[in-house]
């Protein structure tokens, strides 16, 4: 072990009069320890939330989404397909019909959007077979329709209720309801119900067209390269809108969170690291006799300096692995027991999502800490780098 390093341990542990400076020290860790674990928890949290929201967003929202500037006949559609189908990273492909229409509970209306879909075609786009937590996907025929949970317990529907609705035609229609999802996002689950195609372009007077057609890829994050290459063989004539463009609103909401609480949460580290400042400072005090002692025999004013820099990244690593360690285990037990629950009308999801990654989350905490309290080290030791021997053991 270095000379240097030993000594900063050694005073480190010290069990004589200077047993204030242990304890100064202990809180200078704990304040460190508190300040990560806080970080590692809410990072985990925010990062929990944006994957969840990726899941949630994927499992209702298609990765790309084709509308035409006008209704699709069959052997336009039958055009995109064939495209469409000729991509590599093209998996499935639906089409749909997409408007809002008025549900009418006794003397009220509610708007809400209606999509018709074609229900052995949309496992390969969404999620929504997964989602229903009654009925069936099968079980949408002509006539019938799917709702959300949030709207199914606002207006009271159960499996077979019927339900009328107003179309933009100014036509009533009256469905059933043969099955209710819970996709976990309060506002689709709220506004946005499912009939098979043939009914909803009755509905909208849409006879052999569809408004849109969904399409999924094998991989989402290469939405935006699939995009511009079917805007450039299909030409102009559709709008091509990716999952990340339709919700970017949601994530650029959560990436400025994320930075803002990471910069809000660092001034803890920040803080803590004036203890470190303090500490080192009244061991200079404490110890300037053996200063002098150290520099009469020879010992540098750097190697004076990294005594005490030492010092306080041991105080600090002592802290940011407490912390650490802290912040992970309490990022498993929310993750595992889920004892936090959220509003769901407010946050979209109805539980605290937690999601621990060590790169680049923890390592970017630990490293910033460990940076922090460099730099905290920085004034103590210059200070005690700066005594001579002859003032250090003048009045000694």
């Known amino acids: 072990m270095k000379p240097e390093l030993m000594i900063s341990w050694r005073y480190l542990l010290t069990r004589r009069k200077e047993k204030f400076i242990s304890l100064i020290s202990i809180i200078s860790i704990l304040g460190i320890a508190i300040g990560v674990m806080a970080l590692i928890v809410v990072i985990a949290v925010m990062t929990g939330f944006d994957q969840d929201l990726h899941d949630k967003v994927i499992g209702n929202y298609a990765h790309i989404n084709l509308m035409g500037f006008k209704t699709i006949g069959n052997s336009e559609y039958g055009n995109i397909a064939k495209v469409a189908r000729a991509s590599k990273h093209i998996k499935g492909i639906s089409p749909y019909v997409q408007g809002q229409v008025l549900l009418k509970e006794e003397n009220r209306y509610f708007a809400v959007g209606l999509r018709g879909i074609v229900p052995s075609e949309q496992s390969q786009v969404t999620k929504l077979k997964e989602y229903l937590v009654s009925g069936s996907l099968d079980n949408l025929a002509e006539g019938s329709v799917i709702v959300g949970k949030e709207l199914a317990a606002y207006l009271g529907l159960r499996l077979g209720t019927n339900l009328t609705l107003q179309s933009p035609l100014g036509k009533q229609h009256t469905l059933k309801v043969a099955g209710i999802f819970n996709s976990g996002m309060y506002d689709y689950d709220l506004n946005l119900v499912f009939t098979d195609l043939k009914t909803s372009q009755d509905i909208f007077g849409l006879p052999n067209q569809i408004t849109a057609v969904a399409i999924k890829l094998d991989n989402p994050d290469l939405a935006d390269t699939v995009r511009r290459d079917l805007a450039r063989q299909l030409g102009f004539s559709y709008n091509l809108k990716t999952w990340m463009e339709a919700n970017q609103n949601f994530f650029a909401a959560l990436a ?93 999801i109805d539980r605290l999502p937690v999601a621990i990654e060590v790169w680049p989350d923890i390592v970017l905490i630990v490293m910033s800490a460990l940076v922090i309290i460099l730099v905290a080290t920085i004034y103590p030791a210059s200070r005690a780098a700066k005594l001579r021997p002859v003032e250090a053991l003048r009045y000694e």
């Open 256 to 348: 400025l969170e994320k930075l803002t609480m990471f910069i809000i949460l660092t001034l803890i580290i920040l803080v803590a690291s004036f203890n470190i400042i303090s500490t080192l400072i009244v061991m200079v005090v404490e110890k300037t006799k053996d200063i002098g002692i150290l520099r009469a025999l020879g010992m540098s004013s750097f190697g004076i300096r990294k005594i005490f820099t030492y010092q306080g990244l041991i105080i600090g690593a002592l802290g940011t692995l407490l912390g650490g360690v802290g912040g992970t285990i309490l990022c498993f037990l929310l993750k595992k027991y889920q004892f936090i629950k959220l509003p769901q009308d407010i946050y979209y």
